[in-house]
């Protein structure tokens, strides 16, 4: 089956660790036109490839941004309504979408509506962009609400949750905190932690998402044949005053994680932790290689099987990549568009991408043998130094990570590939 994920590009403000493709709300004109036109770009595209494919069944519809919120309830039921024409949705096995905590009453008005609207969908997922318990953090980045009205939204929260809801509390590893005379680091303030613990150790939270913090600066240009703009021009981040220090970056990470394993939820892939049956089933889409279509601008997608074979450039190949252009006018504007980047997959793409994925999960990577074509030579003796290290688990089939060096995938699987 397919997937689908619609990218949402507006904000409130563009957050200085943020990577992706936004419009600050500043640069939408007050008769939303914008919205309107990314709107009629966006149902352009279901229609497309729901006739494509004659209206193929979904296994998972994702909303993310950006700040999917900034739509409103109506228009993301549009949305929702418009794919259920082009898509069948029978199988659908998880309904997701990114919200901030604020405007409050919006956000659980958006939730609750949706919820009770598509009752036929057996999951609804909600990913809750808290980022931090740091008033000072969340002031650097732009964040329109406090601590103490996270507080307040969770509290709200727990009144209207349902038996399909999932929610999942997204944060980052700022390394904004202090080291104490004794070389302790500490960050947030006591309070602050642990109330982390108490939502943690309540279970009221299904999963938990934990990044850490990257710095994204310069200016990003849009140009049109009338004009360009610098959509992006005040994102120049070298007075931003984030900490950098790696150190104190993944000293808090790990806390965090500690916190959340402490409260028996599963690691079950690098920056997203869960209670059994709780994983984002989209989220493991990305990580097993299955097709998925992206829909708005600098949305990325990947066909393979079948669906590949349907698209005249990716015939006869094991899978076609492609990005939707980061120009906002031509997505809304043009009724066909070019693409930033189109990928065609051989074999051995295929593979070192499965390999790379796979492996930053918390499964066992199966049928080792598969992958024999792009492992260097001496891959068993590379496994058995790893294995003495205690960096990962394998036998003649089968490979798994260590959870405390998972984060190392990215280093450890390029030792283990041969990429020429």
Known sequence: MLSLYIHVPFCDKKCGYCSFFVIPKEWVDPQQKMIEW???????????????YDKPALKTLYFGGGTPGILGKKILMKIIDHVAEYFDLSYLEELSIELNPNPHDEMLDIIQTITQTYKEFPRV????????????ILSLSSRQYSFEGIQGFLRSLREIKDSRNVFNLDFIAFGSGERTREDEYLFWDRARRERFQSIAASGFADSFSLYTLELFGGAQREKTKRKEIDWQSHLDLSHV????????ITVEFQRLKEHILDAWYRRYELSNFAYPGKESIHNMVYRTMQSYIGIGPSASSFLTGEYAQQLPEAKGSYGIRFTESTSIFWYMKESSREKDSTIILSEKDY????FFLALRTARWVKNLQAFAPVFVSNRKALLEQFADQWLLHFDDD???????????????ASELLEFS
Do not use: C
Request: charged fraction near 35%; proline fraction near 2%.
């Open 351 to 354: 593979l070192i991408e499965s």
């Open 125 to 136: 997922r909600f990913s809750l962009g808290i980022q931090s318990f740091d008033d000072r």
């Open 241 to 248: 005053p984030f900490e950098t220090d790696q150190e104190k």
């Open 398 to 412: 089968t490979l798994k990570l260590t959870d405390e060096w998972l984060d190392l995938y990215n280093g450890i």
């Open 38 to 52: 990314y709107v009629e770009g966006v149902v352009r595209d279901i229609e497309h490839w729901g006739k494509l």
